[in-house]
């Protein structure tokens, strides 16, 4: 999701000539979860192990949406259709410390140039395996299937493949599309960013090749946008954001009862947080903006959960990057 007070910033980025493929420097500082008590680190079930500022002198960079980690490697993608790879580097506690070998690529339509305009909001992001992607894009609402190849060397010459979507792709506002992807074994779930209509549960479609989609309500608090999704073993994790010029930024991060992949097909019962407070809030006072991408990786044989922030091209915002591990 874009703020309005970013929009032009972000049409100036997607819109401008891209400048090829290549590394790309990015500096990072490093950042306390909660800024006036530094050595706490506790928040909800998780515990923080380290975060970074993420900037860059390349007009490029920023608009960060969709994350993967795979063995210390991160992927993301941007709001003006570019991808990033980089390299995760940690201390001998395991605390993330910096950001390496960062190298950003256009991606790509059809015919193999650089995505512009509607076509360039992508989203949403979810690993299919032996280095094929899904990525949602709104504004033109679609999701495409990008094959990287396992060790992301792909990402300059990738071009997508058409994916099943739910139905009523017309009935999304530009701004409210598909936000949030996860793969499943028989295929993956997409999140509407806010209730197709207002006052109405949220959706999550399950999409599955040659089986017609349908969806689960779910049911986030009022005025919280579902921005992403991903997985730790058997359950699924919502990434929700709220926003409001008086308040601020507020971020739940929610777990979901194991077994959702199981629900029979046409099952439509509403879905409810695992945890009454969910797994985690992010709240005014702590390190926070705009986040809009999550997901779960191993660092040195313990699971991470990592949250990105869309700082919208908008200089009075920030590009962060934050780890947590799951306490016991």
């Known amino acids: 999701m874009k703020y309005l007070i970013g929009f032009a910033a972000l049409c100036l980025a997607a819109c401008s000539a891209d400048t090829g493929s290549g590394p790309i420097l990015i500096e990072t500082t490093k950042i ?88 360039a909001d992508a989203e949403g992001l979810a690993s299919l395996g032996n280095g094929a992607y899904a990525v949602s894009f709104e504004r033109e609402h679609r999701i495409d299937r990008y094959d990287i190849a396992p060790d992301w060397s792909g990402i300059a010459i990738a071009t997508p493949t058409p994916l099943p979507v739910p139905p009523g792709m017309d009935r999304l506002r530009d701004n409210a599309g598909i936000e949030a992807l996860v793969a499943a074994g028989w295929g993956y779930w997409a999140g509407i960013e806010y209730p197709i209509i207002d006052g109405r549960p949220h959706s999550l479609w399950r999409i599955q090749e040659d089986v017609e989609p349908y969806v689960i309500d779910y049911n986030a608090e009022a005025g919280f946008g579902v921005t992403g999704l991903t997985r730790f073993a058997s359950n699924v994790i919502v990434l929700e954001r709220f926003y409001a010029r008086d308040i601020g930024n507020r971020i739940r991060i929610v777990g979901l009862d194991s077994g959702l992949d199981d629900l029979p097909s046409g099952n439509t019962a509403m879905i409810a947080q695992s945890y009454p407070d969910g797994l985690a809030e992010l709240e005014p006072g702590m390190t926070i903006d705009n986040f809009e991408g999550i997901a779960v990786g191993s660092v040195n044989g313990e699971m991470r959960l990592f949250i990105v922030s869309d700082d919208n091209y908008n200089p009075g915002q920030r590009t962060l990057l934050l780890s947590f591990a799951f306490a016991e």
């Open 32 to 119: 306390a979860l909660y800024p006036d008590t530094p050595e706490r680190l506790d928040v909800g079930v998780l515990e923080y192990r380290g975060g970074l500022v993420l900037s860059s002198g390349d007009e490029r960079f920023g608009g960060l949406s969709g994350i993967e980690v795979e063995d210390n490697r991160v992927l993301m993608i941007s709001d003006s259709a570019y991808w990033l790879t980089a390299t995760l580097e940690f201390d001998d506690a395991g605390v993330l410390t910096d950001l390496t070998n960062a190298f950003y690529a256009p991606m790509l339509d059809a015919d193999g140039l650089h995505l512009v305009d509607r076509a």
